[in-house]
């Protein structure tokens, strides 16, 4: 449920109907807007009594959250959250509500050298965050499994250099810790959606998370899922749709432009699309980006590479560089019209 403070309520009510939750077993999460302060009561229902919170000092109403997932939904956080990526050396991107960005990078770090021309390419076109997966979901265990460690190492140096915060899919709970103090964003992969302790774990970091939706799962599921992440404490969810199983066999998954309108009227978190992943093919990429950006995405996640024939992971569907630079004129003129900024490369072209 969710508890509806009064316009302007001292501090010390919020605290008094914080301390109560937690004294009746629940957790207590606070949602600050502009003139309510919303306190989420998450734990197992039934828990928490109702009227004794409605008759403390302060509290306006005591509302029951209907849906399944609470802290993701719209009850709990009527605007949209705005996610901010990055820290420390590297410029925060914001993410969610008027800011939309781009992700780019190849889709496997293959070594040091492909990672600075790709990533040089993806910055100087206008990506803001660099990707690319050190440790890779494949579906035969005798396709090449990513570099490991060092190659997030090498990621690292150069988010560092080119100013770019980086987003790294992390496939197990056991690689969590030594990953956290690397990346700016924990990628959540498709095919480990539902690993709920993993969600678990990356929830207890203080990283934002990329959370792709499940191959073949529902909206409701895929918010059930951003919803393991929220409970621990980590507020920093960015939800991506990259394509489910349908009938369709002309391409590798389709890309669900639905789930973009429903997942923003259900959650305020921020949603970016991957059509990289759902064409399987460059061709298609672009059209489908720009069809996510259209229907109301945050931006995209996509992967480039200069020489795709010598990929390791994802060659087919690799943008080239111009094909990438030219993708992202487009996505500048539909952020434009659709009233959001897109997110500039903080480093200078070229340097
Ligand atoms: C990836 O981003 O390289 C990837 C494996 O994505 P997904 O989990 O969406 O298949
Ligand atoms: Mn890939």
């Known amino acids: 449920m969710i508890i509806v403070m ?7 009510s919020i605290d008094r109907v914080v301390s109560e939750i937690e ?6 999460h606070l949602s600050r807007g502009q003139f309510h302060t919303i306190i989420g009561a998450i734990g197992e229902e039934g828990a928490v009594d109702h009227n ?3 008759s403390l ?3 306006e109403k005591v509302v029951p959250i209907m849906k399944p997932y609470k802290l993701a939904s719209r009850e709990f956080h009527e605007d949209d959250s705005v996610v901010e990526v990055g820290s420390g050396k590297v410029p925060t991107v914001r993410v969610g509500g008027k800011h939309a960005m781009c992700i780019a990078g190849p889709c496997a ?5 492909m990672l600075w021309t790709i990533a040089r390419h993806v ?13 890779k979901p494949r579906t035969s265990p005798y396709s090449f499994q990513g570099v490991g460690l060092e190659a997030l190492r090498w990621m690292r140096a150069c988010g560092d250099e080119l100013g770019m915060p980086i987003c790294v899919e992390v496939m197990d709970t056991r690689q969590v810790e030594s990953m956290e103090p690397f990346v700016d964003c924990f990628q959540i992969g498709a095919r480990n959606m539902q690993n709920f302790d993993l969600l678990r774990e990356v929830g207890k970091t203080t990283k934002p998370v990329l959370l792709k939706r499940g191959l073949s799962a529902s909206v409701k599921e895929w918010l059930m899922s951003a919803e393991y992440v929220l409970s621990m404490g980590n507020r920093g969810v960015i939800l991506c749709e990259r394509g489910i199983k349908t009938f369709e066999d002309s391409i590798r998954y389709s890309l669900d ?8 009227q259900w959650t305020h978190l921020p949603m970016i699309v991957d059509p990289s992943h759902a064409a399987g093919k460059r061709d298609w990429v672009n059209a489908l980006a720009l069809g996510g950006m259209a229907a109301g995405a945050h931006g995209v996640i996509v992967e480039v590479h200069y020489n795709p024939c010598e990929a390791q992971c994802d060659g087919p569907q690799a943008l080239l560089p111009e094909m990438f630079r030219e993708l992202m004129g487009q996505l500048r003129q539909i952020a434009a019209v659709s009233n959001k900024e897109f997110a500039e490369p903080a480093v200078p072209v070229g340097a």
């Open 52 to 54: 004794h919170l409605a």
């Open 109 to 113: 770090v293959e070594n040091e050298k």
């Open 6 to 12: 009064a316009a302007n309520a001292p501090q010390a």
């Open 123 to 135: 910055r100087d076109g206008g990506a803001t965050v660099l990707r690319g997966g050190v440790y």
């Open 23 to 28: 004294r009746m077993g629940s957790r207590a």
């Open 57 to 59: 000092d302060g509290v």
């Open 257 to 264: 432009i639905t789930s973009i309108p429903v997942a923003k």
